[in-house]
Structure formats: C-alpha cells, structure tokens
C-alpha cells in the first residue's frame, strides 16, 4: 500500500460526459502527479501540483483540468469525452524535500472505460 | 529524441536465473535521477530503485541493481535470482533536474514485459 487513495477505481461512461478523479496522497506529501497510461502512449505525464500551486504540465488536453485543493487532495475532471480517453490516470505523490531521491508513489489508478 | 528508450520486446527468463533489462536515456542536464518501477498485472507501479546521477556506486536494493553507465548513458535493471512474482512490466523513468526542484516530474519509457517460467 503506498498510501495513496484513488477514487473511484473504475468509472464506465460515455462519450461527451464529463467525469472526475480523485487523489488522497500520502500523508504529509506536498506534491501530487496525474498520469495517463494508455496502451498506445504509455504512461504520460499530465500535469503537477505542489502545495496547491501548479509547477508543471506536460501533454494534458484542454477538455482536462485539474486543481490542488488546501487539503492537499487532488482532482482531475475530463469533459467532452472521447474514445480515445479511455485510459488508466494515475495520481502520484512525493515529499519533495531535499535530501531525498523524488521518487513518485502511485496510487492504485483509475481506470477510465469511454463507451 | 526520446528521453528514456527501452527496446526489447520482451523478455523471458528462468526461474532462479538472472535477468537484465535495458534502458538508454538523454539528456544535458547534468543533474538527474533514474528510477525503475514494476506494474504487475494488477496495475499498480511499484518503486523498485533509483539512482542518482552523481551517485558513485551502482544502486542495489535486494535483488534489485542498477548497472548505471553514465558515458554511455545506460541504467540497465539487473534482477538477480528472478521469482515468478517477478512477471510484470518493468519501466525505466528519468527526473531532470535537482531534487527538489521545479522540473520533478518523472518521464517514463514505454516499458518491457518479463516472464519468469518455472
């Protein structure tokens, strides 16, 4: 158990809904990391936040948002759904302080199914 | 250019025996760390071991060693003793930059699938 807490674990919907995923990370981790693992992009970053603030994005689509709220959990919503987001979105978390490697702890995922 | 490239297709390997699996990366940045993760088939990603680009040792944890070649830019996994527990997809991953930093996201390969037999 890594510690952190996604919701749901499945989600079935259909295309030009909108849904959202929840992240609990671990305790005392300030940043948390939202993946997309397809099987034809493999795990792509999306994007990253850090005490609430946004630090980094990388390949996230417009129709995707997320925010850091001041618990420090975490939520990505994708609207106007496509096929192709059919995916397993991972959150990830670390401490970011000095003096330690930065290695992410994954949650177990989403598994989102577009229909 | 691909920042992290692992190419085999997939590996097999026996019981007992070691394995290696490749992973080649790029980047300028002096500063950086690489980390190997494990997804079973159960879909979790479990942190396996890193290393550090300043680190002067090659990284072990258990069975786990990193082969870490800094000219040639490799970070190759050696699983020593494999376990059929040891069947999943293996992902070789790269953080540019200092920790902590701004730039802490971890880039991923595309992964490789190893199967233990009996």
């Known amino acids: 158990d890594s510690g952190v807490t996604q919701t749901p674990k499945h989600l079935i919907t259909a295309t030009g809904q909108r849904v959202t995923l929840r992240c609990s990370p671990r305790s005392g981790d300030l940043s948390v990391y939202w993946y997309q693992q397809s099987l034809d992009q493999g795990l792509q970053f999306l994007i990253h936040y850090y005490n609430g603030e946004e630090r980094a994005k990388g390949n996230i689509l417009e129709r995707f948002s997320a925010q850091q709220f001041p618990d420090l959990h975490s939520e990505l919503n994708l609207s106007s759904l496509e096929l192709g987001d059919s995916a397993l979105y991972f959150c990830?978390?670390?401490?970011?302080?000095?003096?330690?490697?930065?290695?992410?702890?994954f949650g177990e995922g989403s598994r989102l199914t577009v229909l | 250019a691909q920042k992290i490239t692992q190419t085999q297709p997939g590996m097999f390997v026996q019981e007992k025996e070691a394995v290696t699996l490749d992973c080649t990366y790029d980047?300028?940045?002096?500063?950086?760390?690489l980390f190997w993760y494990k997804q079973p088939s159960s879909g979790e990603m479990i942190f396996l071991i890193y290393?550090?680009?300043?680190?002067?040792q090659n990284a072990t944890e258990g069975r786990y060693s990193l082969n870490f070649q800094k000219a040639r830019k490799s970070a190759n996994l050696v699983i020593s003793a494999s376990q059929l527990g040891d069947s999943a997809m293996y992902f070789c991953a790269m953080r540019e930059g200092p920790f902590p930093g701004a730039n802490s996201k971890l880039t991923f390969g595309k992964g490789i699938t190893l199967s233990v037999r009996p």
């Open positions: 290393q550090g680009s300043y680190d002067q």
């Open positions: 990830a978390s670390s401490a970011g302080l000095a003096g330690l490697t930065g290695e992410l702890f």
């Open positions: 980047t300028s940045d002096p500063s950086y760390g």
